[in-house]
T-cell receptor, first 113, second 113 residues
Framework: KAGVTQTPRYLIKTRGQQVTLSCSPI?????VSWYQQTPGQGLQFLFE???????NKGNFPGRFSGRQFSNSRSEMNVSTLELGDSALYLC????????????FGPGTRLTVL | KNQVEQSPQSLIILEGKNCTLQ??????????LRWYKQDTGRGPVSLTI?????NTKSNGRYTATLDADTKQSSLHITASQLSDSASYIC????????????FGGGTRLMVKP
């Protein structure tokens, strides 16, 4: 099976712009979670989607949003970008609910200038 | 305060040597504790997963231990190889928290020839 894929792998934006990141989970996986990783804060949970519904949300401002499609693919959107949004954004998928093992994608490196 | 603390923050060892990474946590109760390996610019890859009732779990040259009484876990790497150079992240999954993982800050390991 193919692993979790994320597009694009690298992105450069300027302050005030918005960005959309995409994640395709492993075939058959219905849960997709998003994480932000920065050198200062480490890995932080953004949100989880399961069957097109947001199930959990981390402590991030409303500028961060996401959605999941019927084929389990997910997108994450960040509006009004700030310099501090520069980070590696990781997507992870797993089969279903509970605390089953997650498989991470390679991430999207976002740089905000 | 971070509920998962890892030490040391960074470590340099010579190829062939053993090393032990530490993880102290306050998350309680939890469903399982995981160790991930993350190569630079890549997504984390699961090394071991332990439930709260397990004491040890091995994956090749990687052995994780868990002491639920002292709330400590360790990851022991035997006969290190250059490819072990990476960040190692301890992750605790609280009970009934779905997919809201609690991450440690990671230990950056460098193996030198």
């Amino acid at each position: 099976k193919a692993g979790v894929t994320q597009t694009p792998r690298y992105l450069i934006k300027t302050r005030g712009q918005q960005v959309t990141l995409s994640c395709s989970p492993i075939s058959g996986h219905r849960s997709v979670s998003w994480y932000q990783q920065t050198p200062g804060q480490g890995l932080q949970f953004l949100f989880e989607y399961f069957s097109e519904t947001q199930r959990n949300k981390g402590n991030f401002p409303g500028r961060f949003s996401g959605r999941q499609f019927s084929n389990s693919r997910s997108e994450m959107n960040v509006s009004t970008l700030e310099l501090g949004d520069s980070a590696l954004y990781l997507c992870a998928s797993r089969l279903a609910g509970g605390s089953g093992e997650q498989f991470f994608g390679p991430g999207t490196r976002l740089t905000v200038l | 305060k971070n509920q998962v603390e890892q030490s040391p923050q960074s470590l340099i060892i010579l190829e062939g040597k053993n090393c032990t990474l530490q993880c102290n946590y306050t998350v309680s109760p939890f469903s399982n504790l995981r160790w991930y390996k993350q190569d630079t610019g890549r997504g984390p890859v699961s090394l071991t997963i332990m439930t709260f009732s397990e004491n040890t779990k091995s994956n090749g040259r990687y052995t994780a231990t868990l002491d639920a009484d002292t709330k400590q876990s360790s990851l022991h790497i035997t006969a290190s190889q250059l490819s072990d150079s990476a960040s190692y992240i301890c992750v605790v999954i609280p009970q009934n928290a779905g997919n809201m993982l609690t991450f440690g800050g990671g230990t950056r390991l460098m193996v030198k020839p």
